[in-house]
């Protein structure tokens, strides 16, 4: 099964799950990938979904040992695997990083659909990536909306700020990146 055609499948059987007319684009790939401080060697993905934005990262150099993937769409971790059997890919929703995965990572990837989501969803995904965030780690997420996907009252409960890259055209939809990180006091 093509890469199209099991994204296309994941989308019709699970809507609100996969969330997006199309995989990501290899440009909306790069600027994901692109945002990892110079200095990241662990990493985390929330929603890989067919492994774009993960080919990206490891372009960069990141070890496929200090790659750790969360998904929750069966096809999508059966695909994943085959494609990238040196990454650890966890059959589970993102919050499990609180308590699978690395003890601390350097950077969270996300392509998960925050704006559908209710604010208690999003404090619970949140508050997991960055309890395994180190002081200078940043959470990386993309959306097709016109403001940031993480809710004011959820990024005030971290004490958290962004910056926003300009909109990618060449995505279906197109899309903005923000990068999360702690306030500095």
């Known amino acids: 099964m093509t890469e199209f055609n099991a994204f ?41 979904g067919t492994g774009n934005i993960t080919r990206e990262i490891l372009k960069l150099g990141i070890d496929p040992g200090e790659l750790f993937l969360y998904e929750v769409n069966p096809v999508f971790c059966r695909m994943l695997r085959d494609r990238h059997p040196d990454v650890t890919v966890f059959y589970e929703p993102a919050e499990a990083l609180a308590y699978h995965g690395p003890q601390q990572v350097d950077a969270v990837v996300s392509g998960l659909p925050l704006l559908s989501m209710s604010a208690a969803q999003q404090q619970a995904i ?12 940043v959470y990386i997420q993309f959306t097709y909306g016109l403001f940031s996907p993480l809710r004011r009252s959820v990024a005030d409960s971290l004490g958290l700020e962004f910056t926003r890259s300009p909109r990618v055209w060449r995505n279906l939809p197109p899309a903005v990146v923000y990068v999360y990180r702690r306030k500095r006091n």
């Open 8 to 48: 296309a499948a994941q989308l019709l059987r699970r809507p609100r799950q996969v969330s997006a007319l199309a995989p990501s684009s290899p440009t909306l790939c790069q600027l994901m990938a692109g945002q990892l401080p110079r200095w990241a060697r662990r990493v985390a993905e929330f929603g890989p």
């Open 126 to 137: 949140l508050t997991a990536a960055f309890s395994r965030l180190g002081p200078d780690g």
